[in-house]
């Protein structure tokens, strides 16, 4: 007799499991080649978990639901995971995308005062209550490209108060919206100018005073450890403060100029290290060496026209986890899909595809500690889905320019469909 469960997904033209790996740790080398491909694929779920995933014609036979969804012409990955992002911010940045067309520089945009701290003055005059609202607007644009799950920063605060205000405002916008996030406290993304001669001092500010009132509101802490922001010293203090405190760690890490981040990101045991466009060989092998993630975005140095993508080829040969977000932010990459950072990572980092499908999602995952309920469509995880509409999943990343999403699936249900007359059971008009 069939198992009854709440509602099966079938007929997925090819259903993406990476259910041939093991359910939780990020992939590594050859390990990332394995997708778990199911073709006339099937997942039954219940109570928001999946039950099960095979062909169609086992799953229906095994299992009995009162709804029955059809994915007919449709490729089935994993909900995505974007492990890196910034969507605290109360204004975009057109015009410096303006002036680096005309040729101007990141830092030197930053230096006149563009920039991180452009994005702290407007954030800083915004009601809390306005930031939440324009939050929200932004969570929903990940699921609009698939995205189930994130890790979201603050940052454009750079006070006590603000950094307070941005937290809270992520907060109140999780609520509203059906994504998972591992929330970041990044107190450490800019000196503000009123510390910009006392740097040291702010770092005593994030410290002693931002770290403890932030510790309910945020899961980790974050370091833009960079030459010319947070030198190596001060990043270690702040990392290992954070440590001290229960924080988990991430570092912005040798993004523009080589400074030994990745090397501190593995010695304090951080969850990830991220950008990593001017790593050394020395961070490749402490990486290599550690369970910290190495979180790429080519997105960012594509967008800024930057020559040093990371050099993920000698990364992966080496054996370092890899992983892939958008680092959507206003200023430096302002796109939610991952779907694009895949067609960028696998012409501009080498990636295979398949490695780049592991990279979203079982890795990302891992890089979240979110491995256990997220990342693969073992059984027993989440029913987060990623419906898309491609004749096959080889056409991920090949196809570019729009946005292959048709439905996006959390927890077993349907929470946003582009193209909502296809399953009009669930929606009347467009998701989101």
Known sequence: MAELVDR???HCT????????????????????????????????RDGSIVAT?????????????????????VVLPGLVDCHTHPVFAATRE???HQRCAGADYMAIAAAGGGILSSMRALRALPEAELAARTTQHLWGFLQHGTTAIEAKSGYGLSLDDEVKSLRALGAALAEVPLAARRTFLGAHEFPPEYRDRRDAYVDLVIQQMLP?????????????????????????????????????????????????????????????????????AGIEALAHSDT???????TIFFLGKPHHAPARRMLAAGCAVALATDFNPGSCFTQSLPLIATIACRQLQMTPEEVLTAMTINAAAALRMD????????????????????SWRAFGYAFGGNPVALTVVGGRPVLANVAERWPEFFSSGGG
Request: glycine share 12%; hydrophobic share 45%; net charge negative.
């Open 8 to 10: 099966l997904f079938v």
């Open 14 to 45: 090819e259903l993406v499991t990476l259910a041939d790996g093991p359910p939780v740790g990020a992939r590594r080398g050859a390990g990332m080649q394995g997708l778990g491909v199911v073709a006339d694929g099937a997942v039954a779920v």
């Open 54 to 74: 095979g062909p169609t014609d086992a799953i229906a036979r095994a299992y009995r639901a009162a709804e029955e969804l059809d994915l007919s012409g449709h």
């Open 95 to 97: 015009a410096e995308f």
């Open 213 to 281: 009132a932030v510790r309910e509101l945020a899961d980790d802490c974050d370091v833009f450890a960079e030459p010319g922001v947070f030198d190596r010293s001060q990043s270690e203090r702040i990392l290992r403060a954070a440590k001290a405190l229960g924080f988990g760690l991430r570092v912005h890490a040798d993004e523009i100029q080589p400074m030994g981040g990745a090397e501190l990101a593995a010695a304090v045991g951080a969850l990830s290290a991220d950008h990593l466009g001017r790593i050394s060989d």
């Open 293 to 299: 993630v190495a979180v790429l975005l080519p997105g």
């Open 372 to 391: 256990h309920e997220r990342g693969s469509l073992h059984p027993g995880k989440r029913a987060d889905l990623c419906v898309l509409d491609l004749p």
